[in-house]
């Protein structure tokens, strides 16, 4: 081999440890690649189609309604629908802030039936 062709065949070729560092660049890509299309979201058969938003309770007429809480004209009225199956004698609201729960805001032997609606 001539001079000239051992000078291209040199400035060409890799080092042992240049070769095994290019091996090992391309072999993570690699592992990369097969990683993000491995993990990448599959479409789901069973979940295409979502269920229906749960509908809001009705609006209970405030003259026929069972009123729960105090009443003044700041107070926001939100409608309830007891769906527990069993009928609600007390009922507590707290922020998540709270460790623990206040008072009942029912009034003492006031009911909200099963199936019951109120504003509270």
Known sequence: MSVASKKR??????????S???LAVAAMLLFTLFAAVACA??????????APAPEAP???????ALVIGKESDT??????ENASG????ALSVKPSTE?????????SGQKLEKDGKALL
């Not at 009705?58 to 026929?64: D, R, S, T």
């Not at 107070?75 to 309830?80: E, G, N, Q, R, S």
């Open 86 to 89: 069993k009928t609600i004698t």
């Open 9 to 18: 065949a040199s400035a060409c070729s890799l080092t042992g440890h240049e």
């Open 58 to 64: 009705a609006p209970v007429p405030e003259e026929e």
């Open 75 to 80: 107070a926001l009225k939100m409608p309830i």
């Open 41 to 50: 979201p599959q479409p789901n058969p069973s979940f295409t189609r979502q």
């Open 99 to 107: 460790p623990e729960y206040p008072a009942s805001i029912m009034k």
């Open 20 to 22: 095994l560092a290019a």
